[in-house]
């Protein structure tokens, strides 16, 4: 069982930035990919970004030139620098994690709250 905590959100100006982080328990971290989500009110979630096993990156569109993940695997946390921030990225950011040859993401954190203000 992987066990995620979230963390770093909270309210910004339009054009700050935050830097969220994932701290994950669990025993061999190299072998998962951990994806950042979001969901804005009254929308559907959406992916934001994801590390895999091998260190590749992946961006939403909206985010890209942003946005960056990275990962500590000594600490077994990943990060999400998120800068330029914009009100439409205002949503509550979950991370969430699966073995690397695994469909879908199994685990999830609680989920922390970004707000952007104009």
């Known amino acids: 069982e992987v066990r995620l905590v979230e963390s770093g959100g909270g309210l910004v100006q339009a054009g700050g930035s935050l830097r969220l982080s994932c701290a994950a328990s669990?025993?061999?971290?190299?072998?998962?990919?951990i994806a950042w989500f979001r969901q804005a009110p009254g929308k559907e979630r959406e992916g934001v970004s994801c590390?895999?096993?091998?260190?590749?990156?992946e961006y939403a569109d909206s985010v890209k030139g942003r946005f960056t993940i990275s990962s500590d695997s000594a600490k077994k946390t990943v990060y999400l620098q998120m800068n330029d921030l914009k009100p439409e990225d205002t949503a509550v950011y979950y991370c969430?994690?699966?073995?690397?040859?695994?469909?879908?993401?199994?685990?999830w954190g609680q989920g922390t709250q970004v707000t952007v203000s104009a």
């Open positions: 669990v025993f061999m971290f190299a072998e998962y990919a």
């Open positions: 969430a994690a699966k073995r690397a040859a695994a469909a879908d993401f199994g685990s």
């Open positions: 590390i895999n096993d091998d260190d590749s990156t």
